[in-house]
């Protein structure tokens, strides 16, 4: 899987001139068709993508293009999570967070969980992001718990990003920053 911008064409320029990099081995991926079509949970509803796909030219392998507004294995988007993430840090529990995200509550707790494992991981990934950003960074303040942590190191590297490189939002920096892996079991974690 490859983490790509969201513009369509403009993914589709870049994988036709032999600018995507294969994650294997660095060859040139070149166009190979598209992925099941599947249905994803929005900000606005339900969405219907199919994502394109793509083969190395060197070691043969084929990668999905994934759109840094979803994450790898998760039928919502980032966005979606990310204000599940930030109700949480906020105070609020999964049952409240599930009704007002109109989601089933035990969906919203595993985000909850498996981010709450992961949360010194993300706040150190996203701390190196930051100084990389923005090497005259002030120090992350601690909050009141790593999860919240975690998310203030997200959000000062998603605006550092916006300074240095262009607008994106800080869910979908997140998601792209981890390889659409910021959910995923800790043995597939390769950022």
Request: glycine share 8%; aromatic share 4%; with cysteine.
């Amino acid at each position: 899987m490859v983490m790509v911008g969201t513009d369509r064409a403009e993914v589709e320029r870049a994988l036709v001139s032999g600018e995507l990099s294969c994650p294997s081995c660095q060859g040139v991926l070149a166009p190979w068709g598209h992925a099941r079509s599947r249905s994803s949970r929005g900000p606005d509803g339900t969405i219907r993508h199919r994502p394109r796909r793509a083969r190395c030219g060197a070691c043969r392998g084929t990668h999905v293009l994934l759109a840094q507004r979803w994450l790898w294995r998760r039928a919502d988007a980032v966005s979606v999570i990310g204000a599940a993430l930030e109700a949480k840090a906020a105070g609020a529990g999964h049952r409240s967070i599930a009704a007002v995200l109109d989601l089933p509550a035990t969906t919203v707790r595993g985000w909850l969980r498996r981010f709450a494992a992961r949360a010194e991981q993300v706040r150190a990934h996203f701390t190196r992001l930051l100084l990389a950003l923005d090497p005259l960074a002030g120090p992350v303040i601690p909050r009141a718990s790593i999860v919240a942590d975690a998310l203030e190191a997200i959000g000062r590297a998603a605006a550092a990003a916006v300074l240095r490189l262009s607008p994106t939002p800080a869910w979908e920096l997140a998601g792209r920053a981890t390889g659409g892996r910021l959910l995923a079991p800790p043995a597939r974690d390769r950022w």
